[in-house]
């Protein structure tokens, strides 16, 4: 059974950084791409940052400069290093993986809360 499982949230200051981990109980060269979501109470879950199994990655528009995704192969482990946090950062952030590139991800970490405090 795939187990996605995340930690490195917490409470920082604006302007502060904070580096996410999600940990796969599998080999991650089994998914095709892996990402990192958030959720804000109120909103939808939106995607903040993918990387594909070839080390492609994608980043949405209001954290692009300041987040980095990266992975560790040898680890099983994806890195979500952020940056010049803001207080709209502030969300439960979630770990996905998928093994098929063009469906949904279908694989979610139990997330882990981050608060970036004014």
């Known amino acids: 059974q795939v187990q996605l499982v995340e930690s490195g949230g917490g409470l920082v200051q604006a302007g502060g950084s904070l580096s996410l981990s999600c940990a796969a109980s599998i080999n991650i060269f089994t998914f095709k791409s892996m990402g990192w979501y958030r959720q804000a109470p109120g909103n939808q879950r939106d995607l903040v940052a993918d990387?594909?199994?070839?080390?492609?990655?994608n980043y949405a528009d209001s954290v692009n400069g300041r987040f980095t995704i990266s992975r560790d192969n040898f680890k099983n482990t994806v890195y979500l290093q952020m940056n010049s946090l803001k207080p709209e950062d502030t969300a439960v952030y979630y770990c996905?993986?998928?093994?098929?590139?063009?469906?949904?991800?279908?694989?979610w970490g139990q997330g882990t809360q981050v608060t970036v405090s004014s």
């Open positions: 996905a993986a998928k093994t098929t590139g063009w469906l949904p991800y279908n694989y």
């Open positions: 990387i594909t199994s070839g080390g492609s990655t």
